[in-house]
């Protein structure tokens, strides 16, 4: 768990719970709350003008939701539990707050965020690659080795190809 995550359960706050496909918010609702979510996979989405949905985050355990939510007034996107989810949230104003009075708590959000923009970095990346097999090798430059089997779905969102398609690639390099 990070110093951040670990700081920010530890505010007061709440669990909620969410079914699969249920909303956590929506565009241009309040914000309220932040949300760190504790298990499952949350999803936020940006619907498009032709009815497709484009994901903005994948969300899973231990990571903050719409961090840049914490300083907006409304959300800018949808968030929908993709598996049943809980997630522990806080009060915005509390959050902010604390990381205003908090040197420590103010540093690890800048790392967590400085992190953040890491990855997106590296997802853009990724996703400009042409074939699986070389956004695979990208991704596993990154991070090492491959998830266990029933996390390989969620692998293949990541670097955006089919499901089918990186087991194939996984297959091929198996043989070789």
Request: with cysteine; net charge positive; aromatic share 6%.
């Amino acid at each position: 768990m990070s110093d951040l995550i670990a700081a920010v359960t530890r505010l007061p706050g709440r669990e909620l719970r969410f079914a699969v496909g249920e909303t956590l918010f929506h565009l241009g609702d309040r914000v309220r709350l932040l949300h760190i979510v504790r298990e499952g996979s949350v999803h936020l989405i940006r619907h498009q003008e032709d009815g497709s949905a484009l994901v903005l985050q994948r969300a899973r355990k231990e990571a903050v939701l719409a961090e840049a939510s914490l300083w907006a007034t409304t959300y800018h996107c949808d968030a929908r539990a993709e598996t049943a989810a809980v997630t522990w949230v806080v009060g915005r104003d509390e959050v902010r707050r604390q990381i205003a009075g908090d040197p420590i708590l103010a540093a690890a959000w800048a790392g967590h965020l400085a992190l953040e923009v890491q990855r997106a970095r590296l997802r853009a990346e990724i996703l400009s690659l042409k074939t699986v097999a070389a956004r695979l090798n990208a991704w596993l430059t990154w991070n090492g080795s491959l998830p266990r089997k029933g996390e390989r779905s969620f692998l293949a969102l990541e670097i955006g190809v089919s499901p089918e398609a990186l087991y194939r690639e996984i297959a091929r390099r198996r043989r070789a």
